[in-house]
């Protein structure tokens, strides 16, 4: 059975993150390949005097050395900016823009004129409304909504399979403060494409390489890491 030491401060987790390249939060087929795992459950989520796993993951992003969403099975988890490239080159073939849909491809258009966005102006500004009531996009005329009922969940799925894709990334999160100016609550993602938060061409970082020999280096990477998990159950992570 795997196990890996326990990491209690961010500073470890950042330093993890580094060492492995890929980290998703949670559990998955892989055993040991999760915050989840190699963080005590008290730091995940709990109160503590140095935070919790969920709440470094601002800071994190912050100091520019991984990027950070959706990846894995539309999960949270990080990605080494030495991976990175390698990344983009395979998860964009294997979820092409083209079938991302209509509404997806729209987001990501509004996105990019704007740089970054939290995801509540991202929403409105695509077309479709705060609530989980959806209000279709009038592409005559956005500011005409077309009420229909799939709104809410609509909007997290298509910027959740942007994510997927690597088109979008989560730069940061912004905070409901108290009277006290203490931040509170699970934070607000603001989004941003790759390209923009790092200013690079990963068809250029990548030295050549194919998305298919991109998603090999992966693959030997991380068996690697776990030689005890099979292939199946990486290329499952790594799609």
Aim: glycine share 8%; proline share 5%; hydrophobic share 35%.
């Amino acid at each position: 059975m795997f196990r890996e030491p326990t990491i209690e401060t961010q500073e470890q987790l950042e330093q993890r993150i580094q060492e492995w390249g890929f980290l998703p939060f949670f559990r998955n087929g892989v055993e040991g390949f999760s915050i989840e795992e190699i963080v005590p459950e008290d730091l995940l989520f709990g109160d503590n005097e140095q935070g919790n796993a969920w709440e470094w993951k601002g800071p994190i992003i912050r100091h520019w050395q991984c990027v950070y969403g959706k990846f894995f099975h539309r999960k949270a988890g990080y990605v080494s900016l030495d991976w990175l490239p390698d990344f983009m080159n395979w998860r964009r073939l294997h979820y092409p823009l083209v079938e991302q849909g209509e509404g997806a491809r729209h987001i990501l258009e509004v996105l990019k004129e704007n740089d970054s966005m939290l995801s509540k102006e991202l929403k409105v500004a695509s077309g479709f409304s705060r609530s989980r009531k959806r209000k279709k996009i009038n592409p005559d005329d956005l500011n005409t909504k077309i009420v229909d009922r799939k709104n809410g969940p609509a909007f997290d799925s298509l910027i959740a399979g942007l994510q997927m894709g690597t088109y979008v990334c989560i730069a940061d999160f912004e905070y409901e403060m108290t009277k006290k100016g203490n931040p509170y609550g699970w934070g607000v993602a603001l989004y941003c494409t790759p390209e923009a938060m790092y200013e690079f061409d990963y068809r250029k970082a990548v030295d050549g390489r194919t998305p298919y020999q991109s998603r090999q280096r992966i693959m030997e990477h991380i068996i690697k890491l776990f030689p005890d998990a099979s292939k199946h159950q990486i290329g499952v992570i790594i799609g």
